[in-house]
Protein backbone atom coordinates (compact mmCIF):
# COMPACT_ATOMS: atom_id res chain seq x y z
CA UNK A 1 0.00 0.00 0.00
CA UNK A 2 1.30 3.26 -0.92
CA UNK A 3 -0.38 6.79 0.95
CA UNK A 4 1.24 10.09 -0.64
CA UNK A 5 0.31 13.03 1.60
CA UNK A 6 0.79 16.33 -0.65
CA UNK A 7 2.51 19.17 0.12
CA UNK A 8 -0.37 21.57 0.10
CA UNK A 9 -2.13 18.95 2.95
CA UNK A 10 0.28 19.71 5.62
CA UNK A 11 -0.70 21.55 8.61
CA UNK A 12 0.55 25.50 8.49
CA UNK A 13 1.54 26.22 11.91
CA UNK A 14 4.38 28.41 13.43
CA UNK A 15 4.23 32.34 14.25
CA UNK A 16 4.75 34.33 11.47
CA UNK A 17 5.21 37.24 13.10
CA UNK A 18 8.16 36.12 14.77
CA UNK A 19 9.77 34.77 11.07
CA UNK A 20 8.54 31.06 12.14
CA UNK A 21 6.70 28.92 9.48
CA UNK A 22 6.24 25.59 10.03
CA UNK A 23 4.42 22.75 7.89
CA UNK A 24 3.08 19.60 10.02
CA UNK A 25 2.72 15.97 8.23
CA UNK A 26 1.40 14.69 11.67
CA UNK A 27 -0.82 16.52 14.29
CA UNK A 28 1.37 18.44 16.25
CA UNK A 29 0.79 20.86 18.90
CA UNK A 30 -2.67 22.64 18.23
CA UNK A 31 -3.19 20.77 15.53
CA UNK A 32 -4.96 17.02 16.08
CA UNK A 33 -6.03 14.93 13.95
CA UNK A 34 -6.91 11.34 15.88
CA UNK A 35 -5.96 9.66 11.89
CA UNK A 36 -3.03 11.02 11.64
CA UNK A 37 -1.01 10.63 15.42
CA UNK A 38 1.97 8.78 13.68
CA UNK A 39 3.32 6.01 11.22
CA UNK A 40 5.03 3.37 12.71
CA UNK A 41 8.41 4.84 14.66
CA UNK A 42 7.77 8.60 13.00
CA UNK A 43 5.29 10.85 15.47
CA UNK A 44 6.70 14.04 13.11
CA UNK A 45 7.90 15.45 9.27
CA UNK A 46 7.89 18.96 10.19
CA UNK A 47 9.00 21.57 7.31
CA UNK A 48 10.41 24.40 8.86
CA UNK A 49 11.54 28.03 7.80
CA UNK A 50 13.12 30.47 10.06
CA UNK A 51 14.07 34.37 9.10
CA UNK A 52 17.45 35.21 9.87
CA UNK A 53 17.20 35.90 13.90
CA UNK A 54 13.88 33.67 14.38
CA UNK A 55 14.85 30.36 15.99
CA UNK A 56 12.91 28.75 19.26
CA UNK A 57 13.99 29.53 22.17
CA UNK A 58 14.88 26.89 24.74
CA UNK A 59 12.04 23.95 25.47
CA UNK A 60 12.30 20.22 26.75
CA UNK A 61 12.27 17.24 25.04
CA UNK A 62 11.47 13.61 26.47
CA UNK A 63 11.48 10.05 25.24
CA UNK A 64 12.18 11.37 21.45
CA UNK A 65 14.46 10.54 18.85
CA UNK A 66 14.96 14.07 17.07
CA UNK A 67 16.31 14.15 13.84
CA UNK A 68 17.33 17.23 11.95
CA UNK A 69 18.09 17.71 7.78
CA UNK A 70 19.18 21.48 6.64
CA UNK A 71 17.88 22.16 3.05
CA UNK A 72 19.73 25.59 3.42
CA UNK A 73 21.34 27.94 5.76
CA UNK A 74 22.73 27.02 8.83
CA UNK A 75 20.90 25.75 12.31
CA UNK A 76 22.30 27.20 15.97
CA UNK A 77 21.66 24.33 18.23
CA UNK A 78 22.56 24.52 22.23
CA UNK A 79 21.46 21.73 24.68
CA UNK A 80 21.14 21.44 28.50
CA UNK A 81 23.67 18.65 27.64
CA UNK A 82 26.65 20.90 26.74
CA UNK A 83 26.32 20.42 22.86
CA UNK A 84 26.45 23.67 20.90
CA UNK A 85 26.89 23.29 17.27
CA UNK A 86 26.27 24.85 14.00
CA UNK A 87 24.57 22.58 11.37
CA UNK A 88 24.94 23.13 7.40
CA UNK A 89 22.95 21.54 4.56
CA UNK A 90 24.26 18.04 4.32
CA UNK A 91 24.90 17.56 7.89
CA UNK A 92 22.33 14.74 10.17
CA UNK A 93 21.27 15.76 13.69
CA UNK A 94 20.83 13.35 15.89
CA UNK A 95 19.79 14.78 19.61
CA UNK A 96 18.08 11.65 21.70
CA UNK A 97 16.22 13.19 24.30
CA UNK A 98 15.98 10.02 26.40
CA UNK A 99 14.89 10.65 30.25
CA UNK A 100 14.91 14.63 29.47
CA UNK A 101 16.72 17.69 28.13
CA UNK A 102 16.62 20.92 26.62
CA UNK A 103 17.62 23.05 23.34
CA UNK A 104 17.56 25.86 21.42
CA UNK A 105 17.14 25.94 17.96
CA UNK A 106 17.87 29.14 15.95
CA UNK A 107 18.63 30.71 12.55
CA UNK A 108 21.71 32.97 13.63
CA UNK A 109 22.60 33.70 10.15
CA UNK A 110 22.05 36.48 7.70
CA UNK A 111 19.66 34.06 5.32
CA UNK A 112 16.64 32.23 5.66
CA UNK A 113 16.90 28.96 7.46
CA UNK A 114 15.44 25.87 5.47
CA UNK A 115 15.50 22.56 7.43
CA UNK A 116 13.31 19.29 7.93
CA UNK A 117 13.32 18.05 11.23
CA UNK A 118 11.46 14.68 12.14
CA UNK A 119 10.75 13.34 15.41
CA UNK A 120 10.84 9.08 16.34
CA UNK A 121 9.39 7.09 19.28
CA UNK A 122 11.84 5.02 21.09
CA UNK A 123 11.69 1.36 21.18
CA UNK A 124 12.64 1.88 25.29
CA UNK A 125 11.54 4.97 27.37
CA UNK A 126 14.52 6.79 29.49
CA UNK A 127 18.46 6.76 29.95
CA UNK A 128 20.86 9.41 29.45
CA UNK A 129 20.57 12.21 26.41
CA UNK A 130 22.93 11.84 23.56
CA UNK A 131 23.81 13.73 20.50
CA UNK A 132 25.16 13.11 17.34
CA UNK A 133 26.26 15.04 14.31
CA UNK A 134 27.49 13.20 10.68
CA UNK A 135 28.82 16.28 8.32
CA UNK A 136 28.07 15.55 4.21
CA UNK A 137 26.61 12.60 4.97
CA UNK A 138 27.03 10.35 1.65
CA UNK A 139 24.49 9.08 -0.23
CA UNK A 140 26.19 5.59 0.07
CA UNK A 141 25.99 5.68 4.17
CA UNK A 142 22.51 5.70 5.91
CA UNK A 143 22.17 6.99 9.54
CA UNK A 144 20.90 3.83 11.41
CA UNK A 145 18.95 4.97 14.19
CA UNK A 146 18.76 2.06 16.52
CA UNK A 147 17.10 3.20 19.42
CA UNK A 148 13.85 3.72 17.08
CA UNK A 149 14.72 0.39 15.34
CA UNK A 150 14.91 3.04 11.88
CA UNK A 151 17.64 3.66 9.12
CA UNK A 152 17.32 6.91 7.73
CA UNK A 153 18.61 6.94 3.84
CA UNK A 154 19.79 10.22 1.97
CA UNK A 155 19.09 10.08 -1.65
CA UNK A 156 20.60 12.76 -4.59
CA UNK A 157 18.90 11.95 -7.52
CA UNK A 158 20.08 13.36 -11.34
CA UNK A 159 17.40 13.11 -13.92
CA UNK A 160 16.12 9.82 -14.83
CA UNK A 161 18.20 7.78 -12.09
CA UNK A 162 16.48 5.08 -10.18
CA UNK A 163 17.06 4.01 -6.66
CA UNK A 164 15.72 1.40 -4.76
CA UNK A 165 13.22 1.91 -1.84
CA UNK A 166 13.86 -0.34 0.83
CA UNK A 167 11.81 -3.72 1.65
CA UNK A 168 10.83 -2.83 4.85
CA UNK A 169 7.82 -3.31 7.15
CA UNK A 170 6.83 0.58 6.90
CA UNK A 171 8.85 3.49 4.48
CA UNK A 172 8.49 6.78 5.04
CA UNK A 173 9.59 9.07 1.56
CA UNK A 174 10.15 12.83 1.99
CA UNK A 175 10.93 14.62 -1.16
CA UNK A 176 13.00 17.70 -0.44
CA UNK A 177 13.96 19.02 -3.50
CA UNK A 178 12.81 18.22 -6.71
CA UNK A 179 10.93 15.74 -8.10
CA UNK A 180 10.34 11.88 -8.23
CA UNK A 181 7.97 9.32 -9.41
CA UNK A 182 6.87 6.03 -7.66
CA UNK A 183 4.94 3.50 -9.51
CA UNK A 184 2.42 6.02 -11.04
CA UNK A 185 2.59 9.10 -8.62
CA UNK A 186 4.68 11.93 -9.19
CA UNK A 187 6.02 13.24 -6.13
CA UNK A 188 7.17 16.80 -5.72
CA UNK A 189 9.33 19.09 -3.08
CA UNK A 190 7.33 18.59 0.72
CA UNK A 191 5.05 15.73 -0.94
CA UNK A 192 5.53 12.62 1.19
CA UNK A 193 4.60 8.80 0.71
CA UNK A 194 3.81 5.82 3.77
CA UNK A 195 4.37 2.83 1.99
CA UNK A 196 3.83 -0.55 4.37
CA UNK A 197 3.62 -4.28 2.65
CA UNK A 198 5.11 -3.45 -0.82
CA UNK A 199 8.60 -5.12 -2.55
CA UNK A 200 10.49 -4.16 -5.27
CA UNK A 201 9.66 -0.56 -5.23
CA UNK A 202 11.83 2.36 -7.20
CA UNK A 203 11.96 6.19 -7.04
CA UNK A 204 13.08 7.62 -10.49
CA UNK A 205 13.90 11.11 -10.84
CA UNK A 206 11.89 13.60 -12.45
CA UNK A 207 14.96 15.67 -12.65
CA UNK A 208 18.08 16.67 -9.94
CA UNK A 209 15.96 15.34 -6.84
CA UNK A 210 17.01 15.37 -3.38
CA UNK A 211 14.61 12.58 -1.18
CA UNK A 212 14.88 10.97 2.52
CA UNK A 213 14.00 7.62 3.01
CA UNK A 214 13.38 6.17 6.52
CA UNK A 215 13.10 2.30 6.89
CA UNK A 216 11.41 1.10 9.80
CA UNK A 217 10.96 -1.98 11.24
CA UNK A 218 7.90 -1.30 13.01
Keep these: MISVQRADDRYTGGDEAAG ?7 SFGSFYDPDNLRFGAILACNEERLAPGAGFDEHPHSHTEIVTWV ?6 HRDS ?6 VR ?3 VQHLSAAAGVRHVERNDGDVPLTFVQMWLSPLSPGGEPS ?15 PEAGAMLHVRRLTSGERTAVPDAA ?3 VHVVAGGVWIGDEELEPGDAARITGEEGLELVA ?3 AEVLIWELSA
Excluded: K
Aim: proline letters at 2%.
Design 20 to 26: ILSRHAF
Design 71 to 76: VEGELT
Design 81 to 86: AGHATV
Design 89 to 91: AGD
Design 131 to 145: YTIVSGIADSTPYAL
Design 170 to 172: WVY
Design 206 to 208: AGA
